[in-house]
């Protein structure tokens, strides 16, 4: 009996310490990302594009990509719509614009840096980082090459470097975390002619893309892409059309994509914790009735089935 | 022990009352220079005591837009715009040109947009070397500004983002060759409004517009800005106006509705060319004098243009026989015929025509060899 009792002990302190560590899980939920984080806005109302292409320049600059096959003068390049690549942390492409067909706009492709971003919670060996400054890092030295990522990343970005047998890795924008270590802006916000790029703290730049919403209402379909889309990210778009217009994906969720799984992964530890004291303890409990039975075979029976349910010694 | 209570209670009434001044001290020392730091003052102006003489004003943090005048000739007649220049060589800017064009649209402000009453400002003044200035993300930096100001338009009608547009190239450092059919150039040529415009329209019951544009200019005193707002070099320039959207029937009519809003369709719709208006048709042609004057001298501003009373008085209400000098028609009468009544030479009251002298006179004589008193010139 005396067994019993401390195995009902063991069993509610396994319970009490999982409940415990729920509201810590809970307080994670409501952060609502780090206050001071920086951003970016595009405004694409202000890219020129045609001849310019400077910020796909400074990017291949500052993260010594190939420039191999970079001709900023070769305009042919948005005939077709580019995505992302090992090459290319960011494409610029040419959408219509059915309200004044001789200014088209143009649209800037780079990682978006999602304020909870799917990627790093894919990632089994936590490879994908978001940093406070707001930038979504990646680390090679622990990345297995699942691209579990790039499955999982809303918007296509990253990529992966198949090209060196023995270092593949993901590629993706940086948001140039060095450079703003260093006290420095972005490349492409640094490079930008028409500064149609502009870095600065997140809550900032929302509240200097709503002035300009305001102040222009003709320029600017109303609405900050980025602001809340895949919950929230820290680069931002000024558009003026809707963005599904400009190449930007469908049916974007406004919660984070992790929070989609979040439910069911939190509850896979309580699963693997109490589930076998519970049905260890139902068993025990059934078996401790046949004791009261046949009282001779109490002591044998109890360290088989525990010796059997953990491992650990009954005392 | 009665005594050293009354001592005590000394010493901490004083205590209390040092401490109750102190801080009275302190909240006056606080109010003060809160009121200091956040004086009104020093949102326009830059030193502590500003007199009448010398204002020191703030130069860039005006927030509000104020109207500036459209003429440009207080401007420079080119400025250099190359604090940043190193790729592509300095941009010489025309601003005289810039100037006088933007008079179509909404004068100076279309670029110095924080214009002022007094000397605009230029735009280094304000815009700094900084791109995404964390202390006013707003603010674009001087390069920024100028890409923005410049491209807003010329990009929107040369449909080109060339470098070279605007710089010059650095030998060596450049790689393209300037193109000499840039559309930027020393001087524009003098725009010389059309006579006569002809619309085909798709209006079936009248395609043929017919307008006459120097007539409209002469009649009612229009100048430029008063039909063509919001206009830019694209109106003219633009390669590739045929890809433009069609405009909209009120877009279409708008111009010329400002004026023709109560005339029908026929004012301006006919199967044929319309011929200019001649005053002449209506029964009364204009003299000299007449001819010289705007419509809306005769007939009353604000309600549409009809037939008048064309006898003298009904303009010219002060007028008589006895008051009226003849030498303004350009002919002073001698003393034989200024003694007789108007009528006896202007027969049927027509004072437009030169009336006959053989009317009187047998001889058969005309005013042209022997005139009725001394010929002047007419001012």
Not at chain 2, 81 to 84: F, H, K, S, T, V
Not at chain 2, 229 to 232: F, P
């Given at each position: 009996m005396g067994n019993i009792n401390r195995r009902t002990f063991l069993k509610f302190s396994v319970i009490a310490a999982t409940l415990g560590a729920a509201p810590s899980a809970k307080s994670q939920e409501n952060f609502s990302g780090w206050p001071e984080r920086y951003g970016m806005l595009t405004d694409t109302t202000l890219c020129i594009g045609l001849n310019c292409r400077k910020c796909e320049e400074a990017c291949k600059k500052v993260n010594n990509l190939s420039r191999k096959n970079l001709n900023l003068s070769d305009n042919s390049v948005f005939e077709h719509k580019r995505r992302t690549d090992p090459e290319n942390y960011t494409v610029v492409n040419r959408f219509p614009n059915p309200n004044k067909p001789e200014t088209p706009y143009y649209v800037k492709k780079q990682c978006m840096h999602c304020d909870e971003p799917a990627c790093a919670s894919a990632c089994l060996v936590k490879a994908f980082k978001k940093t406070p400054e707001g930038p979504v890092i990646y680390n090679k030295d622990v990345c297995i090459g699942c691209r579990y990522c790039m499955v999982a990343c809303p918007f296509g970005i990253p990529s992966y470097d198949y090209f060196d047998a023995y270092t593949p890795q993901v590629r993706k924008c940086t948001m140039c975390y060095d450079r703003i270590q260093q006290g420095k802006i972005p490349a492409c916000a640094e490079i930008c002619p028409q500064e149609a790029i502009t870095f600065g703290k997140r809550k900032d730049l929302i509240a200097l893309a709503r002035e300009r919403i305001r102040s222009h209402p003709e320029r600017y379909h109303p609405h900050i892409f980025g602001e809340e889309e895949a919950g929230g990210t820290s680069w931002l778009y000024l558009t003026g059309l809707d963005s599904v217009q400009l190449g930007f994906p469908n049916a974007l969720a406004k919660t984070a994509y992790p929070e989609l799984t979040r439910g069911f992964l939190s509850a896979v530890p309580l699963v693997l914790t109490i589930w076998p004291v519970l049905l260890v303890g139902l068993y025990k409990f059934s078996q401790s009735r046949q004791v009261k039975e046949s009282p001779e075979s109490t002591q044998n029976s109890v360290e088989e089935s525990h010796a059997g349910s953990n491992g650990k010694p009954d005392n | 022990m009665h005594r050293e209570k009354k001592d005590r209670f000394k010493f901490f009434s004083l205590v209390v009352t040092l401490l109750l001044l102190l801080a009275l001290v302190g909240v006056r020392q606080a109010a003060f220079s809160q009121n200091a730091t956040k004086s009104p003052c020093s949102d326009c102006h830059v030193c502590p005591w500003p007199t009448a003489k010398e204002p020191c004003l703030k130069s860039c943090t005006r927030p509000e837009k104020v109207q500036g005048p459209i003429s440009a000739h207080p401007g420079p007649d080119v400025t250099i715009?190359?604090?940043?220049a190193d790729m592509y060589q300095l941009v010489r800017f025309n601003h005289k040109l810039h100037a006088d064009m933007v008079g179509m649209e909404q004068g100076c402000t279309v670029c110095h947009h924080y214009a002022t009453s007094g000397k605009y400002l230029s735009c280094r003044e304000c815009h700094g070397?900084?791109?995404?200035n964390p202390e006013n993300l707003r603010q674009p930096s001087l390069k920024a500004a100028y890409h923005r100001q410049c491209l807003s338009c010329h990009r929107e009608w040369s449909h080109q983002t060339r470098c070279t547009l605007c710089h010059l190239p650095v030998p060596g450092k450049t790689a393209v060759t300037l193109d000499s059919t840039d559309i930027i150039r020393p001087s524009h040529p003098a725009i010389t409004p059309p006579q006569t415009k002809i619309f085909n329209t798709p209006y079936e019951l009248g395609p043929i517009v017919t307008f006459h544009h120097q007539e409209h200019i002469d009649r009612f005193g229009l100048s430029c800005a008063n039909c063509h707002?919001?206009?830019?070099c694209g109106n003219c320039h633009d390669i590739q106006k045929a890809v433009r959207p069609a405009k909209s029937m009120e877009e279409v009519h708008a111009v010329c509705n400002n004026c023709h809003r109560q005339d029908g369709c026929n004012k301006c719709h006919d199967t044929k060319e319309k011929p200019k208006f001649s005053h002449?048709?209506?029964g009364w042609p204009l003299n000299t004098y007449h001819s010289k004057l705007d419509c809306r001298a005769c007939h009353p501003t604000g309600k549409k243009i009809a037939r008048l009373d064309s006898s003298c008085k009904n303009c010219h209400s002060g007028w008589n026989p006895g008051n009226f000098k003849h030498a303004v028609t350009g002919l002073k009468l001698d003393e034989i015929h200024s003694q007789l009544d108007c009528v006896n030479c202007h027969t049927e009251r027509n004072y437009s025509q030169t009336p006959n002298c053989s009317d009187c006179h047998a001889d058969g004589r005309s005013h042209i060899d022997s005139p009725p008193g001394e010929r002047l010139k007419i001012k």
């Open positions: - | 715009l190359g604090q940043l070397k900084k791109p995404s707002q919001k206009e830019n002449a048709a209506t």
